[in-house]
């Protein structure tokens, strides 16, 4: 997605250790436009692949909503997003699976109400970034655990060198990603 | 907003003292198209309050996100949400204010980079719920500290038994909501 990888370029700055803070349009504040579009270039994707209409798409609080909501419209399939928190309103049973914050440096559970993935529903995983593929790992595993489907992935944003999409070994399962991140050097090199 | 009312009549759930759990379709799965008629209904309310376009829709994060995005595309402006957690990729300096979860029981600090927030904008803040006011109160602590002009409140769903409207006491400021919740005796009524 061309139009990302300009913005990656013009306000991405690197914070060190390959961390790149895209607060301008991604993780603080955010584009709606570019946002419908990042779902519309999901969908497009996907459907050259072969991958038809899911039934829900799946993602993780916080950064990760605005995209899976925008191409969850393009659907009209609902957006189920995983919770990090406890809270006294989650009265469910719950499926958990551990993920490590990148950013954060911490563990963190993710969790995701029984009740609101079934056994044989087809599910498509957005998330903002695919880094060593944690998040996504830690989504694939409930995901399994509920006997739904996996039947694709996409990352706005993918960093190659953190080895996410090698880590999560899917050989039959597609990972679309919209731009991809590398440190050469001190450098950052964005690309599709 | 009627759509919005028999949701919660036929899906909400009283988990007792009068929070009102709303995963189906608010807080945990989300329905885009709602989300996105929430969006237009908001739009049209502040239209017919005589609120223009404003430069920017400030939330918090994580419910306010999508119903802040839907009214954020209908405007055509950016979404701003206040981060709840530092992280290693928050460089810049924030303002800061703090609320208290009603579900969780504890103080939240909320953080807004100063970047984004530019004196003279002109914001309307959106969130999921307007209960005692605390969120609202601590993100119009934010943008009156950033210059800005707080032109509009909307929240999804207002508990007027909760007294945030009258604890915010914006007297000339337009407060929007799409459904009302109260609790009357057991049972909770549901109300435009």
Redesign the interface.
């Known amino acids: 997605m061309q139009e990302l990888v300009e913005r990656i370029n013009t306000e991405g700055?690197h914070?060190g250790g390959g961390?790149v803070?895209l607060?301008?349009?991604l993780?603080?504040?955010?584009?709606?436009?570019l946002?419908?579009r990042m779902g519309s270039a999901f969908h497009d994707e996907f459907s050259k692949l072969g991958i038809g209409k899911p039934d829900?798409i799946v993602t993780a609080?916080?950064s990760g909503?605005?995209a899976a909501?925008a191409t969850?419209?393009i659907y009209?399939?609902?957006?189920?997003?995983a919770?990090k928190?406890?809270?006294?309103?989650m009265?469910?049973i719950y499926y958990c699976a551990q993920t490590k914050?990148r950013?954060?440096?911490v563990d963190v559970t993710l969790l995701?109400?029984r009740?609101?993935l079934t056994a044989g529903e087809k599910i498509i995983i957005i998330d903002d970034f695919l880094a060593t593929g944690s998040t996504v790992k830690a989504l694939s595993s409930i995901i399994d655990a509920s006997g739904a489907s996996l039947i694709g992935i996409g990352c706005v944003i993918e960093k190659p060198q953190e080895g996410g999409r090698a880590m999560l070994g899917f050989r039959s399962l597609p990972i679309v990603s919209l731009a991809k991140i590398e440190l050469r050097g001190e450098e950052l090199h964005v690309y599709e």
Chains 1, 2 share one sequence.
């Open positions: 700055i914070v961390i803070k607060d301008g349009f993780n603080h504040q955010v584009d709606p436009m946002t419908e829900k609080e916080v909503i605005p909501l969850a419209r009209n399939v609902p957006v189920l997003y919770r928190h406890q809270s006294s309103v009265t469910d914050s950013t954060k440096g995701i109400s009740q609101y």
